[in-house]
DNA sequence: ATCTGTTTGTGCAAAACATCACAAATTACA
DNA sequence: TGTAATTTGTGATGTTTTGCACAAACAGAT
């Protein structure tokens, strides 16, 4: 974990959302920020603590986590460049982060103080409406996988991952993933033996291709239609 | 379903969220505001449907539910007095609803006009600020539940929703559920046999006493516990 | 009050999953 | 490069949960 302050004034990767925000306001926000770095494997905050910061991904791909029963973890998403994490530290009751967010690869973050972050939402009432269109985006992204990991059986929790992974993660078709297939399990909410053996089927059926990590969607169709039966 | 009109200014039951708006902001959001009654079991908004406005329950009870596979449907949450509906259609991109919301009891709401709301979000950051907190609040509610949801066994499942409905949704320990067994059990994402079964179990348990739809949680100890172990 | 459609309870058989145990493969790192 | 720790695959077994069938209870409307 590297540490280096910056002037987000200068930054070279502003996210959309901050781009409403003029020079002096920038100025504000780089005081509240920090850059740093983490490997692979790191925990960058984890469930339970106390929180004063929003956490912005500049690169690489980060874990969120959640306790459950009996020190299972459940996954919720995978995020990316670009996103925003811990948004729910700007609730001034509780200031705790809900989640625990993981280096699942070398990452380069932004520390927000949720103070400063707090005052330029009120401050400023466009670069508010942009937060608020980022959170409700985010929320309809979860929103689908959480429902359908809650109604679907396995197989289909499987299937759908597949496409999250392609589609909303990596954005390519033979994508390596960076977690393992325990995660994967842990993701879905099922156990590993049962990720192993379906992705076993789904190749066998000539569904995708593994190799090592790296999988390849091959039958979109027949994909799809398991999503759908559930 | 029964429609009329009034302005905001003279609103009795003005959200904590509004009460941020000065007299003139007030008017401006009267003007994109209808106030509108429904009877129980009707439909307020349909998943899929164009969007044009934000949902604002002044009285009554109302479920938002999503179809799953095979017309099953899933109950994402209970919400009442007070609460804001189909915030994502805030969202600039897809304004279209994610999830279908029904009355569950007679019902009052307010349709806010998702042009007039976008702008005061811009124009007052106040505001945007309170939204904010409002929308990170909803959040975490529906958080927690949904990745239990996720990671329990129908039992846990079933002992959360209880507290769920004690706790978060009528405040009052004997409680008279508003949805039938069946809805009960789309909301936890079993079969209405399972929920029978285990409610027979809970109640021969001496966990909990049923009568009618009127609930009541017996041995808090006892629920915790199967809440715990899954 | 009666009729009709919906909701609910329960036994049984079948399906879906988890768990355990152990071996093989892979990865991390000294 | 070699060694230890972690991850992965697979069979056998047991538990959990669903789904079907049918009867009883209930609610709403005329």
Redesign the interface.
């Known amino acids: 974990m590297t540490i280096k302050t910056d002037a987000c004034l200068n930054c070279q990767i502003k996210s959309n959302v901050v781009s409403i925000l003029n020079d002096e306001e920038l100025c504000e926000l780089g005081k509240g920020c920090l850059q740093t770095e983490f490997r692979k494997g790191e925990l960058i905050f984890k469930e339970g603590t106390p929180a004063h910061h929003v956490v912005y991904i500049r690169e690489g791909f980060v874990k969120l986590s ?1 306790k ?3 020190e ?1 973890d ?1 996954i ?1 998403s995978i995020h990316k460049k670009g996103a925003y994490l811990a ?2 530290n ?5 200031r705790q982060n ?1 989640v625990s967010a993981t280096a699942v690869t070398p990452v380069k973050v932004c520390f927000i103080d949720t103070e400063v972050f ?1 005052l330029l ?9 942009e ?3 980022y ?3 985010d ?2 992204n979860y ?2 996988r ?7 059986q396995v197989p ?1 929790r499987l299937a759908n991952s597949l496409f999250y992974f392609r589609d909303q993660v990596y954005n390519q078709n033979p994508f390596k993933l960076d977690i393992t297939k325990q995660e994967l399990a842990a993701l879905i ?1 099922t156990s590993r033996e049962s990720v192993a053996r379906l992705l076993k089927e789904f190749q066998e059926a000539g569904i995708i291709r593994v190799q090592k990590n790296t999988f390849t969607i091959v039958d979109e169709q027949k994909l799809e239609e398991i999503q ?3």
Do not use: H, P, T, W
């Open positions: 959640k459950g029963i009996g299972k459940y919720l948004l729910n700007l609730n001034n009751q509780r809900s707090g939402l009120k401050k400023n009432g466009q670069f508010a409406s937060v608020i269109q959170m409700v985006g929320e309809m929103f689908d959480l429902v359908n990991n809650v109604q679907q289909g909410g759908r039966k559930g």
